[in-house]
């Protein structure tokens, strides 16, 4: 056990983060660095910066109609799978009832099952049924997508709540609805709001499954993305992926700014 413990505190953790480290930021430091190229094509600046790349989005607005709609989609599949995973796991950390492991399963399956056959699964079942809102279908699999993050987080969060509070504040004559809102929810706050903060992220920089449900009449910012770097060898799309981390990354710090990830992790 001891010696378990000295290779984990010895000299090889530091070089191991530092590579774990170097090894998630490297490709986001050079997409950072392509976006301020001057050049027409994609290359490293050497000597000069430039914002030109940044400066041209206003002249596709196809990009911007994108992030409003990515916008939309996030904020309304984050609001349903904060609602349906708050529910659902209340049921399965509160309650033992039959097929309660199959019901953890399918709440979390998203996460196991590829996006890739989620979307072209989502994408037969619409067809097959006659229903062609593109907007709906988008909002149907993202919201299934983001499910579990929610589910996840608020499990975590009621694991350790004293449901005698509860049981305290209904005694006293709070009704149900009255003792949730009131004792149980400011309590779990926490995992709710990170929850919705990871569900609104994974939507909003979804392309796995986004590009069997898009359309002409709503489209989306990662798969106008992912189109344009398609035919395109110029460093707009650096530009719109560095504006897209840093979207992600205030969401992030927002979070810990409310609340603190540490307590979040605890």
Wanted: aromatic share 12%; net charge neutral.
């Amino acid at each position: 056990m001891n010696k378990k413990a000295y290779v984990l505190r010895g000299p090889l953790l530091p070089l191991w983060t530092s590579a774990v480290i170097f090894f998630l930021l490297a490709p986001l430091v050079v997409v950072a660095l392509v976006s301020f190229s001057p050049l027409d094509h994609l290359s490293l600046p050497t000597s000069d910066f430039s914002l030109k790349w940044y400066r041209r989005l206003l002249e596709h607005p196809e990009f911007m109609t994108g992030a409003l709609h990515s916008i939309i989609l996030a904020t309304e599949a984050a609001c349903t799978a904060v609602l349906l995973g708050t529910l659902t796991a209340l049921a399965i950390v509160r309650y033992r009832f039959p097929f309660r492991e199959l019901v953890r399963t399918i709440a979390t399956a998203p996460l196991i099952v590829p996006m890739v056959m989620t979307g072209l699964a989502i994408l037969m079942m619409f067809s097959s049924l006659g229903w062609f809102d593109q907007h709906f279908r988008l909002y149907a699999g993202h919201a299934i997508l983001t499910l579990p993050y929610v589910v996840r987080t608020v499990s975590a969060s009621l694991t350790g709540f004293d449901m005698n509070q509860e049981l305290a504040a209904r005694n006293l004559g709070a009704s149900p609805l009255e003792a949730f809102v009131r004792i149980t929810l400011p309590q779990i706050a926490a995992g709710v709001f990170a929850g919705g903060v990871f569900a609104f992220i994974v939507s909003f920089d979804n392309v796995g499954l986004s590009i069997f449900l898009v359309g002409a009449q709503f489209n989306i910012l990662p798969v106008e993305l992912f189109s344009y770097a398609s035919y395109s060898n110029d460093p707009m799309a650096a530009a719109v992926s560095v504006l897209m981390i840093l979207f992600s990354m205030v969401a992030i710090a927002l979070l810990e700014y409310c609340f603190g990830l540490r307590r979040l992790m605890s």
